[in-house]
């Protein structure tokens, strides 16, 4: 299992190697839900089917990290804007 300390850091390898693949957009909408604790983290977990399983250890980690260490932390802030820009092109 992924380090739930590293996953941020896989998760923006893996959608900056491809950012059109399936697996990075499965990622990101997972990251953009866990932003919404009040909304209830509201993310179709059939989706992690179309993962890999080396791909859902990273998003198992993201989920860890979300309860562990919380959403918005200047790591995180950081990470989504990398992630943002690899996801739009820019």
């Known amino acids: 299992m992924i380090d739930h300390s590293q996953a941020i850091e ?19 909408a997972l990251v953009n839900t866990l932003e919404y604790d009040r ?4 993310f ?6 179309d993962l890999a399983a080396e791909q859902r250890q990273i998003a198992y980690g993201l989920m860890e990290r979300s309860v562990v260490e919380g959403i918005g932390d200047p790591a995180w802030v950081e990470a989504k804007a990398r992630i943002d820009r690899a996801i739009r092109g820019v």
């Open 44 to 49: 179709k977990l059939s989706k992690l089917g």
């Open 10 to 28: 896989q998760t923006i390898a893996l959608i900056e190697a491809a950012p059109e693949s399936a697996a990075a957009l499965t990622l990101y």
């Open 39 to 42: 909304a209830g983290r509201l």
